[in-house]
């Protein structure tokens, strides 16, 4: 399997920017950090996102990407990547610890979440195993002592499609 690992954020933004040389298209810096952030700077989402973008203007005729243009883009991004996330979901290296711990995180809205928390839903023996695999699959980051999404979209993909998942 070829992992494609999250981009730096300075070629990131490049690959907004300037796909190709002398690319017409100005992005709002709000924009452009809206697209890393929901992206997690995967390059499969950065370019979806923006070929809607560009699909978008060039249907209206203009050459100015705002933030509005953006959540309308990463809108379109859930539906038409739908197979990227129910891969993650569902994949090889998928499995149940990982989705419920995916679903937690999903639900959670105050920042990183701690081992802790995930413990409550997830047994211990499984929840260490399961964060490694979602850290080393590029989904999830560490963060001041606990676990969110590196991929925004995901999360909003799994709040969407699996609210819930694993509850008892």
């Known amino acids: 399997m070829l992992r494609v690992h ?15 040389e002398d690319f017409p298209v100005r992005y709002e810096e709000e924009a452009v950090e809206r697209i890393l952030t929901a992206t997690g700077r995967q390059p499969f989402l950065i370019q979806a996102t923006c070929r809607y973008l560009v699909n ?6 203009r050459h100015h990407v705002g933030l509005t243009d953006v959540e309308q883009a990463l809108a379109s991004c859930l539906e038409s990547c739908a197979f990227y996330f129910e891969e993650l ?11 419920t711990v995916l679903t937690v995180l999903a639900e959670h809205s105050g920042g990183p979440v701690s081992e802790a928390t995930l413990t409550r839903r ?3 023996r499984e929840l260490y ?3 490694q695999r979602l850290l080393r699959r590029d989904i999830l980051e560490h963060v001041d002592g606990g676990y969110e999404f590196l991929v925004k ?3 909003d993909w799994v709040r969407s499609e699996h609210r819930g998942y694993g509850e008892t």
């Not at 979901?89 to 989705?99: L, P």
């Open 122 to 124: 997830v047994g211990k």
């Open 89 to 99: 979901w569902r994949g090889k290296d998928a499995d149940d610890a990982q989705r």
């Open 56 to 61: 978008l203007l060039n249907h209206e005729q």
């Open 129 to 131: 195993p399961a964060l």
């Open 6 to 20: 999250p981009l730096a954020e300075d070629d990131a933004r490049d690959l907004i920017r300037s796909p190709i």
């Open 153 to 155: 979209l995901a999360a």
